[in-house]
């Protein structure tokens, strides 16, 4: 599995996730620049993504739905606050109504995901910053951190098919 440290910092409200990947950088950006492999791995397995817009350019939105085994949708949304491809993005990243739009229930986090080459592959860091210790402890309790090491867990299959290259 590509996940090799996950670390909660409670005092810096941050969620980290450091995975490395036998690609280069360029190929591993994709997975983040392409909506369509984006969605093989945005979500746990038995939650894939949809993404019905998608844009990384500062200011833009994105806005998907994941749909679980009993046909259930979550939606969320990004809005891109930073990107220099191939090594940096940055994105508020919340839960959304039905229509797509902001839903302030669970609050907003901040997402900073950099990318840098290691012993021929590549390193990604993503690391996830919350409102208050209170959102922190609910989206753990929500299985964030098992969700994402589901999710970043599909990338090597994706990294290694004929259409990454």
């Known amino acids: ?27 591993v950006w994709q997975v983040w620049a392409d909506p369509r492999r ?41 809005t891109v606050t930073a990107v220099d491809p191939p090594r940096r993005l ?7 109504d039905e229509d797509g739009e902001p839903d302030p229930a669970l609050g907003a986090t901040h997402a900073v995901v950099t990318l840098e080459a290691v012993d021929g592959g590549t390193r990604m860091t993503t690391v ?16 964030m951190e098992e969700g994402m090491r589901q999710a970043m867990g599909q990338i090597d299959d994706l990294l290694a098919g004929a259409d990454a290259r």
């Open 128 to 143: 996830s910053t919350f409102e208050s210790a209170e959102q922190l402890a609910q989206m753990a309790s929500m299985g």
């Open 38 to 78: 984006l969605e093989r791995w945005w979500g746990p397995p038995e939650w894939p993504a949809t993404f019905e817009e998608h844009e990384l350019s500062e200011g833009a939105r994105c806005r998907y739905f994941m749909t679980g085994p009993d046909g259930e949708k979550a939606r969320g949304w990004w």
């Open 90 to 96: 940055e994105f508020d990243d919340g839960f959304a």
């Open 1 to 27: 599995m590509p996940v090799i440290d996950v670390h909660q910092d409670t005092e810096a409200l941050t969620l980290t996730f450091v995975a490395e990947f036998a690609a280069d950088v360029e190929r």
